[in-house]
């Protein structure tokens, strides 16, 4: 059977690109720098003017608390559970120093803890409990007592700034820092505690892997990002080695990554050029990742899942986004797809992939069919453009799925219809 290239065309047209579900629930009036999601319907977001805003009914309604701290910006919140939460930044006009709030109503009511105890302001915080965490930025303290008191860590190291820290269990924690050297060369470190904090360890030192965004799914099994763009770090022995994975050549800078189990995991970031908000996925432990655009002209700075399919991403400058299905990709309508065509379609034999003349230095063409078992994978290294022959002429009847990966990000997936 045959089938016209202009029918095809016609097709391809009206079906459209994938696209992923996140939507806007909340547009703030001041930006918007983090969030933490302690439920599938509660999330809290912080940002400029020491604002913290919050939701309980899944981003429906919004409701925001101003803090003393009128001045400042929080950079990071930790909630070790729904009741309890800290806030930490530090001014962002004048003399900079830190500043702490913490909530123990749910975010009903914020109450400064500190401010000044850091001469510049708190990049990151993390609890292990309810009355012991850690805020890091140029300086480093512990709380024993739930912020009633600090206590200054000093590091076996001389660092600039910490950029990204990360308990996986209670003893067991990593942070990252970075020490300008000249215009040329930064040193950049992993550090690790093995006794809650009170002594660590530099683990990993590196000229040119800024690690900025660490998780780990336990003691050993760890991801971060960082090092420029589109890098993607992976750890198996507790952070002594790190394998770096560059897994786009598009101008995209990283700036969080999730893991919600060992296989599905989540990267938030921006595109310089345009700009724009992105999210990746993985299904498979970071071999592949599927891109999810976001309806953001800005940057995605922090992402938060409480459950698997719930998420929550803070960006666009003053936005919240929300995903209710992990942002599962679907078929938009009427939309132009330039980027590879299909022909014959629907077909009795192989099916033809035409590109354009594109260049990637890897891509990955899948057939799945609608049950998502994958019933051909094929990779190719240095590619130009041109045709693909897909071998479905033995295929049953039915509806296959055709998604290409450039550059082992999520590109495009196109119905293919098999006919008798």
Known sequence: ?????????????????????????????????????TGRDTCFGAGLEGKIYRTENGGISWDTVST??????????????????YACGGTAFGNHTSIVSKTIDGGDTWDSLTS??????????????????FFAGECFYKTFNGGQSFIPIILPFTYGKILGLFFSSENV???TTTLYINASLSVFRVA???????????VYIDSSKGITSLYFLNDTLGYATGGGFGTVYKTTDGGFNWAADLITTDSILFRDI????????????YKIAPYSGYVLKTTDGGITWTQQLVSSNNGIFTISFPTPDTG?????LNEIFKTTDGGILSHGENENVN???????????????????????????????????????????????????????????????VSVFSDKIFSEAKKIIKVK
Request: charged share 15%; net charge negative.
């Open 1 to 37: 059977m045959k089938t016209s290239f202009c029918s095809v065309l016609f097709y391809l047209l009206i079906t459209g690109p994938a696209y992923s579900q996140w939507a806007s629930v909340l547009t703030a009036d001041h930006p918007v720098l983090t969030c933490y999601a």
């Open 312 to 316: 929550y991403a803070a960006g666009g």
């Open 339 to 401: 980027y590879f065509l299909l022909y014959p379609n629907p077909s009795d034999e192989n099916v033809d992939i035409y590109f354009d003349n594109t260049h990637h230095s890897s891509l990955q063409v899948q057939l799945t069919d609608v049950t998502g078992k994958v019933v051909f994978c094929k990779k190719y290294k240095d590619f130009h453009g041109g045709k693909i022959n897909l071998p479905t002429a033995l295929l049953p009847a039915g509806m296959y799925y």
């Open 192 to 202: 690790k505690t093995t006794n809650q904090g009170q002594n660590w360890q530099s």
């Open 173 to 175: 924690g990593y942070l």
């Open 258 to 269: 999730k893991f919600i189990t060992s296989d599905i995991g989540y990267i938030a970031g």
């Open 116 to 133: 000044g105890l850091c001469g510049y302001e708190f990049n990151c915080t993390h609890f292990v409990n309810d009355s012991v965490g």
């Open 68 to 85: 003393i701290f009128n001045t400042s910006w929080f950079k990071d919140l930790s909630f070790p559970d729904k009741d309890i939460g």
